[in-house]
């Protein structure tokens, strides 16, 4: 793994129940979003339950009617805009004088502050739809949201998912998630973060403009700016939801595998300790993001596991070597929870793909990737993920030679 910073990083474990370290300034729109999501998920656990079949379906009527809202909304903006413009152009202007824009300035200024306007309010209109849904979810999934401690730290994974906000570039218990991740493609990265939803979708339409400025047919322009605009908004706001969905859903998946290791501290080795801890704090860095609930995961190790005083170890090609040492039961719940862990970010990057194969290989077993996919899934419908379900993640080498041919 090259890029910035792809070096040994070794860090004195702190021991506090939030990583005070993490986003400790919100800036104003974070907190103002987190403190409006609070009172909106009166539960007062941080964790999902396991969902009923009528919860999940609320929830996935959620997802479906914000998403119509949004499309709603470009098709108003669209028609709003397409349409001034058919006016300016024909009724102001007229078709005589369509190449004369220093002559009719005052026309174009003023269409251009109308459309500015709508634009505004429709984006605007976004967030707040945006967020009214995450409350709605949160407390269909009855997850709490006040009251500080791990419950603040998935508020504000909320509110910026909400707001399309970057994850802050900080150390999470002092590994650096951005380590793999050259200077210039991280200050990218944040840049398009924050534009992403208001300058796409400007851009968007100066690009429309130009091109069906271009056809013959100028009456084409509500027609195709409508549907153009609502498509957009519907994609931002659906994908949007899916990263609030793994958010809302991802602490009750991640407190699951901390009770088995819990149960099993008093038997778990030094090792055990060490490459759970390295081997997480490893896909952190592979992830490339200070994803919330990277810092739960850890977290709640750290809770439990009590390394105390310990140097946590993320040189991942030194802690490896330490799963053909485990006993069975103890390689069982580190790969359990490096396969949890590869899932919270959303999209399983090949690097941590590879890492997981790794893990698996010193193992003794072979890592069947088409199985993360259903797992997958099931952490975005909020389903449990039990030790069935990671067990089918993986293979020893006896079974893959039985089933080859003679």
Do not use: C
């Not at 009750?252 to 090792?271: D, F, G, S």
């Amino acid at each position: 793994m090259g890029g910035r910073r792809a070096r040994r990083h070794e860090v004195r474990v702190p021991r506090t129940e939030l990583p005070r370290e993490y986003a400790p300034v919100p800036n104003i729109l974070e907190l103002r979003a987190s403190e409006y999501l609070k009172p909106r998920a009166p539960s007062t656990s941080a964790v999902a339950r396991e969902l009923s079949e009528r919860e999940a379906g609320a929830i996935r009527r959620l997802a479906v009617w914000s998403t119509a809202w949004a499309a709603g909304a470009g098709v108003i903006s669209g028609a709003i805009i397409g349409g001034l413009e058919i006016f300016v152009r024909q009724e102001l202007i007229g078709a005589e004088a369509q190449g004369e824009w220093l002559a009719h300035l005052p026309e174009w200024a003023g269409f251009f502050a109308v459309a500015a306007i709508v634009s505004v309010v429709e984006i605007a209109f976004l967030y707040w739809n945006a967020l009214h849904t995450v409350g709605q979810m949160s407390r269909h999934a009855h997850v709490g949201l006040s009251g500080g401690g791990y419950r603040e730290l998935v508020a504000r994974g909320l509110a910026r998912a909400a707001l399309e906000f970057p994850n802050p570039d900080t150390h999470v218990f002092g590994i650096d998630p951005y380590a793999y991740v050259s200077k210039w493609r991280l200050t990218a990265k944040n840049l398009l973060y924050k534009t992403k939803v208001g300058v796409s979708s400007f851009l968007l339409r100066v690009t429309l403009r130009r091109v069906i400025g271009r056809m013959t047919v100028r009456g084409l322009i509500p027609l195709l700016a409508a549907p153009l605009y609502a498509a957009w908004n519907a994609i931002i706001t659906w994908r949007l939801l899916r990263a609030v969905r793994l958010r809302i859903f991802a602490p009750a998946v991640i407190e699951e595998r901390v009770r088995h290791m819990q149960a099993a501290r008093e038997h778990l080795t030094r090792e055990t300790v060490r490459v759970t801890l390295g081997g997480v704090g490893e896909l952190l860095k592979r992830a490339r993001d200070a994803h919330p609930s990277y810092v739960f995961l850890l977290g709640r190790l750290i809770d439990v596991l009590e390394p105390g005083d310990e140097v946590l170890d993320v040189d991942w090609a030194a802690s490896k070597t330490h799963l053909r040492n485990l006993a069975e039961a103890e390689r069982d719940l580190v790969l359990d929870v490096l396969v949890v862990a590869a899932l919270l970010a959303g999209k399983v990057r090949r690097a941590q793909i590879e890492l997981l194969e790794e893990a698996h290989d010193h193992a003794g077993l072979t890592l069947r990737t088409e199985a993360l996919r259903p797992l997958r899934r099931r952490l975005l419908r909020g389903q449990r993920i039990a030790r069935g379900d990671l067990r089918a993640s993986r293979k020893t080498p006896q079974i893959r030679a039985r089933g080859r041919p003679s």
